[in-house]
Each structure stands twice: as structure tokens, then as C-alpha cells.
T-cell receptor
Framework: KQEVTQIPAALSVPEGENLVLNCSFT??????LQWFRQDPGKGLTSLLL?????REQTSGRLNASLDKSSGRSTLYIAASQPGDSATYLC????????????FGTGTRLKVLA | DVKVTQSSRYLVKRTGEKVFLECVQD?????MFWYRQDPGLGLRLIYF???????EKGDIPEGYSVSREKKERFSLILESASTNQTSMYLC????????????FGPGTRLTVT
């Protein structure tokens, strides 16, 4: 059964710092991996989608990488800002079983001004 | 832009009531999903639908049913609400997988008293 883990669960950094969020998964049989942002009490906003054949995707200050063989993805945020404060979740789309998307429990990020 | 809307942001119901949560998407997506999100447990899939009138159980279907009579609309029904169904409910949609992103609605915070 696919399991997705995100470490750390919470992170506080000063404004301007570059940071890396981690996502690991146990089964490399995935179609894609998606990173989301969630503000308190709100829905999820899609940030980046990496297909299984890709190694990375970039959008503005965000860069996500995927290493399927080791079951790992990272989300790199450059020059962090207080507005980046949110919970970041990763999800994998599985190729087997009855599940479609398996989510990690997220990393709660706080960027201090 | 893809838009996924949910009928209510906040809902308070009494134990034993029948509860309807509605989700509408405007991008002709084939797939629609209902999740619940609880602290420490992350997002868990309740049901998903890959076509009109088609549905599949997710991780935690007990106590829930769904209806998809039209492509754009996916309803979650709590047959007899219980206090352990107090949660944040999130609807999502996507084009036929693999490869495509999930788009989420703003969520419904349901409290059962």
C-alpha cells in the first residue's frame, strides 16, 4: 500500500531564506506527483505537477524535483516571503489498487518577517 | 481557469439529520472526488466518480453515499449524520488520468452536534 510522508511537519524560517520541503513515497509505481498549498480553513491550490517521466518542474520561485527510483520529491522555494506561509502537501497518483491519489500530511511553513 | 465550487463553506447539522454536500465543476472534467480532512490524518478519499452515474469507494466510504447524475455535479450524502463526521470536506475534479492535475474546491466545514 502506498504511503506518503512529509518531513518536517512544521518549519519556521526568516524571510528571504531559500528552503526545501521533502516528500517521500514507498511505491515508485506512480503516474505523477503534485504539490499543493493550503491556507488555513481553505481548499488546496495546485502548485506544480510532475509526471512520472519528468525530473523537475518550475513555476516562478518554486522548483519541484522527482526521483522515482528513490521515492522522493523536493519542493524548493527561493527567497521565501511571509505570504508563502501555509501548509504544503504532496500527493502521488498511484497506478495500482483502488486508490487514486495518496496525500502526505503536509509541512506547515511559517516565514517570519 | 478551472473552477470547483462547493455549496456551503460552513454547515452545522444535528445528529441523525440527512446532509447533502454539493460540488460543481465548470471544466467538463470526467473525474470527481470527495475527501475529508482531519488534523493528523491528512486527506482521506471517501468516494470518487469517473463518469456520470459511476462511482467507486475510497478509503472511508462508511456512512456516506454519493450521486452523480450530471457530469458537472457530484453530491456527497451523509445518510444519518454523526458527531464523528464533523470534518472539513473537500471536493476535487480532474481530467481522465494519468497526467492531469486535481483541482480543489474551497471546502465545507461541517459540524455535527
Amino acid at each position: 500500500k502506498q504511503e506518503v510522508t512529509q518531513i518536517p511537519a512544521a518549519l519556521s524560517v526568516p524571510e528571504g531564506e531559500n528552503l526545501v520541503l521533502n516528500c517521500s513515497f514507498t511505491d515508485s509505481a506512480i503516474y505523477n506527483l503534485q504539490w499543493f498549498r493550503q491556507d488555513p480553513g481553505k481548499g488546496l491550490t495546485s502548485l506544480l505537477l510532475i509526471q512520472s517521466s519528468q525530473r523537475e518542474q518550475t513555476s516562478g520561485r518554486l522548483n519541484a524535483s522527482l526521483d522515482k527510483s528513490s521515492g522522493r520529491s523536493t519542493l524548493y522555494i527561493a527567497a521565501s516571503q511571509p505570504g508563502d506561509s501555509a501548509t504544503y502537501l504532496c500527493a502521488v497518483e498511484t497506478t495500482s489498487g483502488t486508490y487514486k491519489y495518496i496525500f502526505g500530511t503536509g509541512t506547515r511553513l511559517k516565514v517570519l518577517a | 481557469d478551472v473552477k470547483v465550487t462547493q455549496s456551503s463553506r460552513y454547515l452545522v447539522k444535528r445528529t441523525g439529520e440527512k446532509v447533502f454536500l454539493e460540488c460543481v465543476q465548470d471544466m467538463d472534467h470526467e473525474n470527481m472526488f470527495w475527501y475529508r480532512q482531519d488534523p493528523g490524518l491528512g486527506l482521506r478519499l471517501i468516494y470518487f466518480s469517473y463518469d456520470v452515474k459511476m462511482k467507486e469507494k475510497g478509503d472511508i466510504p462508511e456512512g456516506y453515499s454519493v450521486s452523480r447524475e450530471k457530469k458537472e455535479r457530484f453530491s456527497l450524502i451523509l445518510e444519518s449524520a454523526s458527531t464523528n463526521q464533523t470534518s472539513m470536506y473537500l471536493c476535487a475534479s480532474s481530467q481522465t488520468t494519468p497526467k492531469y492535475e486535481q483541482y480543489f474546491g474551497p471546502g465545507t466545514r461541517l459540524t455535527v452536534t
